[in-house]
Nanobody, 126 residues
């Protein structure tokens, strides 16, 4: 059982930046591809970004390409999401996820998630 704990959420003005972190409880962290998803009120949980075990492959949702960057530090059992040029439509609860697998040719869905974090709120004011 992998426990994931997100941090770094908060309230920010449009155009600002936030950096989310997700710390994993297990040293097996490096064996999992990792991802970030988000869920706005009344909407489904959507894919945001993913990264392979070695960081050689990254995927992004079209809505965040060029603004968000996913990275990981296997020595610290931590994955990050740097969010720049934030927009009000980025407001959501952001969830860290350990993925069962990650394809090089397509983005993951919730079906590929092995473990979820508890989520952290990101609110972007206009």
């Amino acid at each position: 059982q992998v426990q994931l704990v997100e941090s770094g959420g908060g309230l920010v003005q449009a155009g600002g930046s936030l950096r989310l972190s997700c710390a994993a409880s297990e040293r097996t962290f490096s064996t999992y591809p990792m991802g970030w998803f988000r869920q706005a009120p009344g909407k489904e949980r959507d894919f945001v970004a993913a990264i392979s075990r070695s960081s050689s492959i990254t995927h992004y949702a079209d809505s965040v390409k060029g603004r968000f960057t996913i990275s990981r530090d296997n020595a610290k059992n931590t994955v990050y999401l740097q969010m720049n040029s934030l927009k009000p439509e980025d407001t959501a609860v952001y969830y860290c996820a350990a993925l069962a697998w990650l394809r090089s040719s397509s983005v993951p869905t919730s079906k590929e998630v092995a473990y979820w974090g508890q989520g952290t709120q990101v609110t972007v004011s206009s």
